[in-house]
Structures are given as structure tokens and as C-alpha cells.
């Protein structure tokens, strides 16, 4: 089971955003992803919880930040509930979309998963909810996702495949690499891995 800390920064003028405390694990049924997020300062921030079934569909996500709440599924699409901070009042959203996404490494994992990419094929379009800090508001996005390199690395547990991954923005023609290894986020924009307690799972592992 993979648990260590990501350090959170702004993509664009780096300055730091907090830290994202992990921990994740596979199973016969899926993969489940729980985390809990500081600021800058140190004080809680808000907190990620996502499960997707062995086909990389969301089955289940549960996200709080400054104390606004999403709970979401796969359903007729993506469906989800928002709440607001005072908690008297819901907003319910529905898109056929394939899945959710947002700040949280966590999301470039599902994503993966569900694509099922293979290294130097075609990429794949995928439309995305995400849901944007700090007020997780909801924004229908498309994206294309390439698997342009998979590269196995020598560890003291035996080989590690790392994939480099492509992504386009379809509607503001930004691209970056996300690379992964087994369902850790080595390098994104906007994050980096600063510790890891426990190798990765491999891709499929039990």
C-alpha cells in the first residue's frame, strides 16, 4: 500500500499551495485513493477520497475543500451533489462525461487507468468534470492523453515502469507530462512527490 506526501505549488509562478498526505491500494475490485491536504500553513485544507472499479470508472468520490463538499459516482455519465459551505443548500450536476478530475494526483491515476494506453498508439479524447479549487466548482473540460514513452528503471525491488505520459487540453491548446509509476504520480505540474513510504503498486497488481 503506497503512502508518502506530495508538496502542492502553483503551475505557473510556483509558489507553494501545500502538502498532500496519501495513502492508496488495489484491489480485486478497483483501486482506492484517500488523502488529507494542508496549506502552506500547515492547517488542514481539505481531503480526496476516490474509488474506481477494475475498469477505471469512478465509483465513488468524496472531496472537501474550504469547506465545500463534492460527493460523485459514475452515473447516466458523471453525477455529482455540491454542497456549500454553510450546508443549507445542494446543487446536483449531471454530464456524459467518462470521469472526474481536479487537483489531486489521484486524478491522473483513474485516468490512466481507465485510458488503458499502450506505449507509441494513437492517443485517446476524454471528457472530464473538474472540479476547480478552492470552492470546487464544476467545469466540463475535453482532453487527449498519449502514452508517448514507458521506460522500466532498476530498484532494489526489481524493475520499475515509469510512464511518460502527454496531455493536451482540447480547449486552450496547453499541453504538459504527467509520469507515472504504478499509481504514483512521479512529476505533474503543479505537484511533486517528496516522499514515499512504500513502493508503488504495479499496474494490475492484486
Known amino acids: 500500500m503506497p503512502r508518502g506526501r506530495y508538496s502542492l505549488h502553483d503551475p505557473h509562478d510556483h509558489s507553494p499551495l501545500g502538502e498532500e498526505h496519501f495513502h492508496c491500494a488495489t484491489g480485486p475490485s478497483g483501486w482506492r485513493y484517500v488523502s488529507q491536504i494542508?496549506?502552506?500553513?500547515g492547517s488542514p485544507a481539505g481531503s480526496v477520497d476516490l474509488a474506481i472499479d477494475d475498469l477505471g470508472r469512478p465509483i465513488r468520490l468524496q472531496m472537501r475543500s474550504a469547506d465545500w463538499q463534492v460527493r460523485g459516482a459514475a452515473l447516466d455519465g458523471v453525477t455529482?451533489?455540491?454542497?456549500?459551505?454553510?450546508?443549507e443548500h445542494a446543487t446536483e450536476g449531471n454530464v456524459r462525461a467518462h470521469a472526474f478530475t481536479g487537483?489531486?494526483?489521484?486524478?491522473y491515476v483513474a485516468i490512466?487507468?481507465?485510458?488503458?494506453l499502450s506505449p507509441g498508439r494513437e492517443?485517446?479524447?476524454?471528457?472530464?468534470?473538474?472540479?476547480t479549487a478552492p470552492v470546487?466548482?464544476?467545469?466540463?473540460?475535453?482532453?487527449?492523453?498519449?502514452l508517448v514513452a514507458r521506460t522500466a528503471?532498476?530498484?532494489?525491488?526489481?524493475?520499475?515502469?515509469?510512464?511518460?505520459?502527454?496531455?493536451?487540453a482540447l480547449d486552450t491548446g496547453e499541453q504538459y507530462a504527467v509520469h507515472l509509476a504504478g499509481d504514483v504520480v512521479l512529476a505533474a505540474p503543479g505537484l511533486e512527490l517528496e516522499d514515499l513510504e512504500s513502493p508503488p503498486s504495479p499496474w494490475g497488481a492484486p
Open 38 to 41: 494542508t496549506g502552506p500553513s
Open 80 to 87: 455529482w451533489v455540491r454542497t456549500d459551505p454553510t450546508g
Open 103 to 107: 487537483t489531486s494526483p489521484a486524478f
Open 112 to 116: 490512466a487507468r481507465l485510458l488503458r
Open 123 to 131: 492517443g485517446k479524447r476524454i471528457r472530464l468534470v473538474h472540479f
Open 136 to 146: 470546487l466548482a464544476p467545469l466540463t473540460t475535453d482532453q487527449s492523453w498519449a
Open 153 to 168: 528503471h532498476a530498484t532494489d525491488n526489481g524493475p520499475l515502469e515509469v510512464d511518460e505520459y502527454q496531455v493536451s
